[in-house]
């Protein structure tokens, strides 16, 4: 069997060993699902008069279509956050040191994680979509190619913020630090452009909401679902999901195959 075909085989295993493990353990994925589609609820039906009114919008549909985007993209890095916790277990237990002595590709093991958390992440952004077009989301401007653009967005952020989150699982003594630390990814689109524009808030803290990953990719999914104008949030939201990937794949690959102690 060539390489390919054995590293193939075995990410497969892995996958499937990963569903599973989160299908007879769903109550981290059901927690940190609940954040998101909370935060939908809350801003809507408490904030939603007061929030349209400030982004200029005629009343609660329009903040519906407006905060949508940023709550998909806040699904995801909840999301992540499992594989991060999932990761740091499998280390802390002793599974990872089993899969060492085995006979199996060695890059499977990150690649079976990595492929289960971002099947997870697109499951839980089609649920909070489902709840969004539930309280009345609409997107009837955007075109097929749109939506497709839009889905592929969604998966290559997913892609980039698992792969962070797998070196963060790696480089965390256990489970529970392995939360603390992936804290960001939850935190992270609390100060984007998810919930007002960027435009709203004081001028010392643009910067910090306008330059960090979740704005631009938020900007770029409400411009291909909705027609605003995306400008150069576009190329901004590949080149973070891009570079995350890359500082991820390289961070998590160095700590999973350096000697253990």
Known sequence: MSTLSLAVRDSSTMLRRNLLHARRYPSLTLNLLLTPVMLLLLFVYIFGDVMSAGIGGADRS????????????????????????????????????????????????????????????????????????????????????????????????????????VGMGLASPNAEAAANSAQPLILLPLISSTFVPVDAMPGWFRPIAEYQPFTPAIETLRGLLLGTEIGHNGWLAIAWCLGLTLLGFFWSTSLFHRDPK
Not at 111 to 116: D, I, P, Q, S
């Open 62 to 165: 329009d903040y519906i279509a407006y905060i949508v985007p940023g709550i998909l993209m806040m699904t995801i890095g909840g999301t992540t956050v499992g594989s991060a916790v999932s990761v740091s277990t499998d280390m802390s237990e002793g599974i990872i040191a089993r899969f060492r002595t085995m006979a199996i590709h060695r890059g499977s093991v990150l690649v079976g994680h990595v492929a289960g958390s971002v099947l997870q992440c697109v499951a839980s952004v089609l649920l909070v979509g489902a709840v969004a077009v539930a309280i009345g989301f609409r997107s009837t401007d955007a075109t097929a190619l749109e939506w497709i653009a839009a889905f592929g967005l969604l998966a290559l952020f997913s892609l980039a913020l698992t792969w962070i989150a």
